[in-house]
């Protein structure tokens, strides 16, 4: 099995002759000439597996890389290289974390085989992790790609360590379902979860919302109220769109997040929370940083991990899982039989752009699943839209997803537009502008 493997010593002969060894058996091989630059080297390249490096190096030593390496979130292998008389120093490293060690000169097939086990211990460990990841977050979201698998073992990395996590990605990609599952698995699980999206209220609503405020501190204020961090006391706070805040709520939250403490509106003395402070937003916090709409220092508080959740147009191989949950929740919500969906149809609905993501999807299929007959999904419905890389427009991508959207929202309404209308938040006069539109208004 091949692996990847960073070779660490200030000796270029010993170092030469260790790659020549090691890539003459198939492995894929980088080298540093001392502690420091091997751990450049592994800042360059997070998959490596195994890193055989000397213990006795100028700038950083063997031991004091080791200790910087198990540190890492995905720590690979250490072997250390020594010279004849620090067998105890190879030993007390073998208790600080080292995989193995062995003496100069060396035998060939001695450095290869200490390697090869290196190397099956870390792929257990990856496939364990990988394993662990999804579990944690697939029980909140369905997923089958390798980019979902990544996301999933950061999420089971940073779940149980109490630090601030920022949720980017473009709106309708999954955003809370990840946080939600932070929370399921984090040790805050049984403690209250708290939600709050920031672009529902103005400045001064928000900010009574999040930080109280005390009986009179404003017109319409009759009565003391603690508010959400309060409320989160203990447990979890998400912030969704936190990048709608405005600036006076935004000043207000980075000394939150500085001190662990809120004073209420009208309010002299400030109250200490214990909250753990989940933010996600589609938008773009560093360019609007550089734009003045966001603060620098508070976005380097919330983003001390950041999680980027993919587009669903950069993992189609979710689609198929997706939509089989999406038309299973749809027939029985509409007491319909089981649906079939043709391989064809799957491989269409995958290749489709998506540009509301995995919303969008799950509108679509509400919509195909409403509309069926005896079983089938009829996707000519979804218009005659170019699939993704044929240069579809960004006014066609959103026409479709409205025209979804407005079916799905009449098949529930059971062709009650006036319910319709409600639901979707808009007029009469405006749904049926958009029915014409779209010819839906015969």
């Not at 060396?106 to 394993?131: G, I, K, M, W, Y």
């Not at 500085?258 to 909250?275: I, K, L, M, T, Y």
């Not at 195909?368 to 991508?397: F, H, I, N, W, Y």
Request: charged residues 30%.
């Amino acid at each position: 099995m091949t692996a990847r493997v960073l070779v660490v010593d200030d000796d270029a002969g010993v170092r030469f002759t260790v790659r020549s060894a090691l890539e003459d058996a198939g492995h894929l091989v980088r080298e540093a000439a001392d502690g420091q630059a091997g751990l450049e080297a592994l800042d360059a390249d997070d998959r490596i597996d195994v890193v055989v490096c000397d213990l006795r190096m100028p700038r950083m030593d063997g031991l004091a890389l080791l200790a910087e390496v198990v540190r890492r979130p995905r720590a690979p292998r250490v072997v250390l290289l020594t010279a004849h008389g620090d067998e105890r120093t190879a030993v007390a490293a073998m208790k600080a974390g080292a995989w193995d060690y062995f003496r100069k000169p060396f035998e060939v097939d001695e450095l290869l085989a200490v390697v090869a086990r290196a190397r099956e211990a870390q792929r257990l460990s990856d496939d364990n992790e990988r394993l662990a990841g999804a579990l944690t977050l697939s029980r909140t979201m369905a997923f089958a790609s390798p980019a979902m698998e990544r996301l999933g073992v950061l999420v089971h990395r940073v779940a149980p360590r109490d630090v601030t996590v920022l949720i980017t990605g473009e709106s309708g990609t999954g955003k809370e379902r990840v946080a939600e599952a932070l929370v399921a698995a984090s040790h805050r699980a049984d403690r209250p979860f708290v939600r709050f999206n920031c672009a529902s209220l103005g400045a001064d609503l928000a900010e009574a919302e999040l930080f109280g405020h005390a009986r009179g501190a404003f017109t319409g204020a009759a009565r003391e109220r603690p508010g959400l961090f309060r409320e989160a006391d203990g447990g979890t706070i998400l912030l969704d769109e936190v990048g709608e805040l405005a600036p006076v709520v935004q000043a207000r939250l980075l000394r939150v997040l500085q001190s662990g403490e809120v004073r209420p509106v009208g309010e002299d003395r400030p109250v200490r929370v214990d909250v753990r402070v989940v933010a996600a937003t589609h938008r773009d916090l560093p360019a609007l940083v550089a734009e003045g709409g966001f603060r620098e220092d508070l976005l380097y508080r919330l983003k001390v991990v950041h999680l980027q959740v993919p587009p669903l147009r950069e993992r189609p191989d979710d689609v198929p899982l997706l939509v089989a949950r999406f038309a299973e929740r749809a027939a029985r919500r509409f007491g319909l039989p089981p649906v079939h969906v043709r391989p064809r149809d799957l491989a269409h609905l995958a290749a489709r752009p998506w540009p509301g993501n995995v919303r969008e999807l799950e509108n679509a299929v509400e919509m195909l699943v409403a509309t069926s007959q005896d079983g089938e999904l009829d996707l000519s419905l979804l218009d005659e839209q170019p699939v993704a890389g044929t240069g579809s427009t960004l006014r066609a991508q959103v026409d479709a997803f409205e025209r979804a959207l407005l079916v799905a929202a009449l098949a529930r309404a059971g062709g009650n537009k006036s319910e319709a209308a409600r639901e979707l938040g808009v007029g009469r006069v405006t749904l049926y502008e958009k029915l014409h539109k779209h010819g839906l208004d015969g």
